[in-house]
């Protein structure tokens, strides 16, 4: 192990999924035509006035109770002043010394325990507008002929969390995002797709050795929006940084970049500091103060919450497993299979392998997959259980073929036509035991009991 221990702590941005804007009645669409979406209040109108968006501070208040944070009683939105061509305002209203809600904690469940995230803060802000590099590389503004912007994104509600520095690699920095996201997903507030740029994250890295107190000075990587690259990012700025104590270099607090092709992490600009923001209370809108019964009420809508899920499934399906369904949302799938008497590993299986189903077909699709059918049956149901009812009996005839006397001389036919393999196999290659087992299905047409034929191979080879 080595003697330096990474730091880390995220700041996770959410697009939140109001059908209008932060503040004002403009339509959030994605993918809609470029600047089709916009007033006089998004595009920052002299003496146009912002009017808060409620469903947006409901949000971010349930997502508040389900990091277990203290929900102020009085927010205030402030005014982050800088520069930027997707900034018409020349300010950003976002949330500062007041943010709705407070210090609160994300439990994530692991093999051995659990790591507990500390929460900073999750507050409300408005995101800017997008800019589009034309010409030269795609999406870089090096070599681009012009810069466009695109205004429909401008005010969209963003919900800011920011974590404790509590992590300590690029592992459990990634479990912690992970099931951030999905518990973001579950309560509705958010589709928080990467690919889609709804859920972005900021993370910041410094090292230190093994027991020092205190924080060295840190890198903050942008604008990250793939969790592999978060990972790799992470792991990066540890060695980097590491490598430059080790060898008595200056670790400067600064903005780096990713660069995904040199798997290196290069200075961007140098660390604003929260002074250089100006912040202030935005004279235009008086504070927040969420009414006890709101907040009782979104409360009382939390469900069951991920990560408790994960520790309730655990028993049935190992940890792994359950960690892995829920962080990918199929463990209710799951759930329903195995409410109709499937086994709890083999429902795990099949929700993780197996697309999406109507919740009405899990009583058909449990008697489908007990009766051992064909996998192309199998595959038919699962693809026609995604968009209507479907009736069992129609998979049920297509039994697969598990009748020995039938595959036998299937078998042997097999073995007979392939007379190196087998001598590999019997000289101790055990691997080829799948290309016979392909084969017999092939010849079968898909219909022999996979099962069946494994182990007959398996007794035909040890002749
Ligand atoms: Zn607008």
Redesign the pocket.
Known sequence: MSDWEPVIGLEVHAHLKTRT?M????ALEYGAHENS???????AHPGALPVPNGRAIEYTIKLGLALDCAIAERAIFARKNYFYPDLPKGYQISQYEAPLCGPGKLVVPTEDGEEVVGIVRAHLEEDAAKTVHAGGATGRSVGATASLVDFNR??TPLLEIVSEPDMHSGEEALRFLRLLRQTIVELGVSDAEMEKGTLRADVNVSVRKRGEEGFRPRWEIKNMNSFTFIGRAIEAAVRQQVAAHEAGEEVVQSTYDYDADTDRLTVHRSKEEADDYRYFPEPDLVPVEPPAELVERLRGELHELPAARIRRLEPLVGFALANELVSTGNDRNAELLAAEGVDWRAAANVAMNRGDFLPENAGALAAILQANVTREALDQAFAAAATGRIDANDYLAQAALGDESELVPVIEAVLAANPEQVATYRGGKEGLLGFFVGQVMKETQGKADPKVVNRLVREKLAQ
Do not use: E
């Open positions: 804007k503040f004002c009645r403009c979406l916009t007033c006089p209040v998004c595009l401008g005010g």
